[in-house]
């Protein structure tokens, strides 16, 4: 329980930033509202506090304060007993101030003993008030304090003597205002029911939400957890691709591609390795026979056998021969790690044609009493290296010298055109190969069976070499063979058109 939450609200985690960064939005977004709604709401309730004061202001008589028939309003000292006896008229105006400002600015407050006092705008203020009234534009409500600090929200209209003086050119103005706490405590009620009702819609919102974010990251769990078991041993395991979200499903399949790459990557590095073990063991099986041979020589001559012509003579032969067998593996293990690396051909326009047609003597001697067919198309010409074709043709020729019988033995060398490639075929009637070892017949110092020994020369590399320099002019090499009925190998080269 204590790990899940430490997960949870871990602030490195993802489903605790998803969770904050979705609180915070929707806190901000319920502040937006709610500061919206206070704001439009406070507007609602003034306004329709102004229109129900002014619809009490029109219910007042139009000459309230009107002193004679000069049209004019302006307060005197006397107005004294006029102003106690407008006490008993408005006694029914409660919470409610009232005043009367005449053209000069000067404030008659009606209601100050019996109700609230009045607030008092600047002078300036009234002035412009009278000026827009009697141009019969809207005035707004105010919002003002009284000299007590009670603010109040007050509103205007004009006053005066006959209709033609009191419509076109005010001289006074009617005030009338009403205390605004109760409207603030309407407010705050509204604002904080808001508030709280914000607090459980985001308890319950984060409660649901803790439980959807949970199952949304269901896929990444597995993910996370897929990963956790990888490792060197079970890389062809795989993630599921369809899990219902294109993100998830998208890394789902990079990360696949990327097991497949490793995978891949781990499969030939052990396939190199285990080459270069059977290499290093093959070559060095190889090389030691020889120097086996060469050292036990050199003991015999040691022990005396240097004295005797006879016995010096065919110690050194032998050497000799061993030491050509050691040269001969050297120069085709280095010829193998050139064509390996970048092989660097000599390449020219070269006449297959007669390229074989110039090697037949020497194909012939070493076929000795073999029959040998040759089937060449004429005028085939390609950009090759002449010396490394050559190499090619030997050793084919001479694989299939060496496993065929010395009297009765056939080889058929072709050379013609299929599918804009020139196809040379080495056909031999000898044992043939195995097809579990048809597979393995290019890999270096690789024998099928038995009777491939030493006797011959070679040492498995042969074919080896001769795959490696196809492939370096851009051509393939296959082979057909069954037991009993021969080997036919086929090398496929491109070749230049007239």
Do not use: C
């Not at 006029?82 to 053209?103: G, T, Y």
Request: charged share 20%.
């Amino acid at each position: 329980m204590m790990n899940s939450i430490k997960k949870l609200f871990f602030p490195g985690s993802l489903r605790y930033q998803l969770l904050t960064r979705t609180l915070f939005i929707l806190a901000f977004i319920l502040l937006t509202i709610g500061l919206t709604q206070y704001w439009v709401m406070k507007d609602f309730l003034y306004r329709n506090e102004a229109d129900t004061l002014s619809s009490k202001m029109m219910s007042l008589p139009r000459d309230l304060g009107f002193n004679g028939g000069n049209g004019t309003t302006d307060l005197k000292p006397d107005d004294q007993n006029n102003v106690h006896e407008d006490h008993n008229k408005f006694f029914f105006l409660q919470d409610i101030s009232l005043a009367i400002i005449d053209s000069n600015g000067n404030v008659k407050d009606y209601l100050e003993k019996n109700s609230i006092q009045a607030p008092t705008l600047s002078k300036t203020e009234y002035k412009f008030l009278i000026s827009e009234l009697s141009s019969h534009k809207k005035v707004n409500y105010r919002i003002a304090k009284n000299k007590n600090g009670e603010e109040q929200l007050i509103v205007f209209r004009p006053v005066g003597g006959p209709p033609d003086v009191q419509l076109n050119h005010p001289s006074s103005i009617l005030q009338m205002g009403i205390n605004t706490t109760p409207l603030k405590h309407v407010l705050l009620q509204q604002l904080l029911t808001f508030v709280i009702l914000s607090f459980l819609a985001l308890a319950a919102g984060l409660a649901i939400y803790l439980r959807v974010l949970k199952k949304t990251l269901v896929p990444l769990s597995k993910i996370v957890s897929a990963v956790k078991k990888t490792n060197a041993g079970n890389l062809a395991e795989r993630l599921p691709v369809h899990q219902g979200q294109e993100e998830i499903d998208r890394l789902s399949d990079s990360f696949n591609g990327m097991l497949e790459r490793l995978e891949e990557s781990f499969e030939y590095e052990i396939e190199t390795k285990e080459q270069m073990r059977r290499f290093i063991a093959d070559a060095s099986h190889e090389l030691r026979t020889p120097l086996t041979s060469i050292h036990g020589f050199l003991e015999v001559l040691l022990r005396g056998a240097a004295n005797k012509p006879e016995q010096l003579y065919k110690a050194l032969n032998s050497m000799h021969g061993e030491s050509k067998r050691i040269i001969k593996l050297v120069e085709d293990l280095l010829l193998l790690t050139k064509l390996d690396q970048a092989p660097n051909l000599q390449i020219s326009l070269v006449n297959l044609t007669e390229l074989i047609r110039d090697m037949e003597p020497q194909l012939l001697v070493l076929a000795g009493n073999r029959q040998v067919y040759f089937n060449l198309t004429e005028g085939i010409s390609g950009q090759y290296e002449i010396d490394k074709i050559k190499q090619v043709i030997l050793n084919l020729f001479n694989n299939a010298v060496q496993h065929t019988d010395p009297v009765t033995g056939t080889i058929k060398l072709s050379l013609v055109v299929h599918n804009r490639h020139a196809n040379i075929s080495v056909n031999d009637n000898g044992h043939g190969i195995s097809e579990e070892s048809i597979p393995f017949i290019f890999d270096r110092f690789y024998r099928s069976d038995s009777s491939r020994t030493r006797q011959y020369g070679g040492a498995g590399l042969g074919l080896s070499i001769t795959q490696s320099i196809i492939e370096a002019h851009g051509g393939t090499i296959s082979v057909e063979s069954k037991i009993g009925r021969g080997t036919t190998f086929r090398v496929s080269l491109p070749f230049a058109e007239k």
